[in-house]
Nanobody, 126 residues
């Protein structure tokens, strides 16, 4: 069983930046593709970024493309989400997730993610 724990959320002004981290334990980190999702109150959970096992392939939702960057450090068992130019509409609980992926350069679809962290809150004030 893989465990994930997010950190790095907080309150930031519009236009500011945050970096979220996701520490993974319980299994070999490099065996999993990773993703970041978010959920705002009253809204469905939204996929925002995914990264392959090697880190060589990424995919982003249109809403964050060009502002958010997903990355990973397999030696540190940690994934990251760098967020810049934050907007009030980015306010949400952010979750990291893991997906089993046979191919090292595959970025899974949203439904393929099967393990989740507890989430970290990001609040962007206007």
């Amino acid at each position: 069983q893989v465990q994930l724990e997010e950190s790095g959320g907080g309150l930031v002004q519009a236009g500011g930046s945050l970096r979220l981290s996701c520490v993974v334990s319980g299994r070999t980190f490099s065996s999993y593709a990773m993703g970041w999702f978010r959920q705002a109150p009253g809204k469905e959970r939204e996929f925002i970024a995914g990264i392959s096992r090697t880190g060589s392939k990424t995919r982003y939702a249109d809403s964050v493309k060009g502002r958010f960057t997903i990355s990973r450090d397999n030696a540190m068992n940690t994934g990251y989400l760098q967020m810049v130019t934050l907007k009030p509409e980015d306010t949400a609980a952010y979750y990291c997730a893991a997906a089993t992926a046979a191919a090292r350069t595959y970025v899974p679809e949203s439904a393929e993610f099967h393990s989740w962290g507890q989430g970290t809150q990001v609040t962007v004030s206007s």
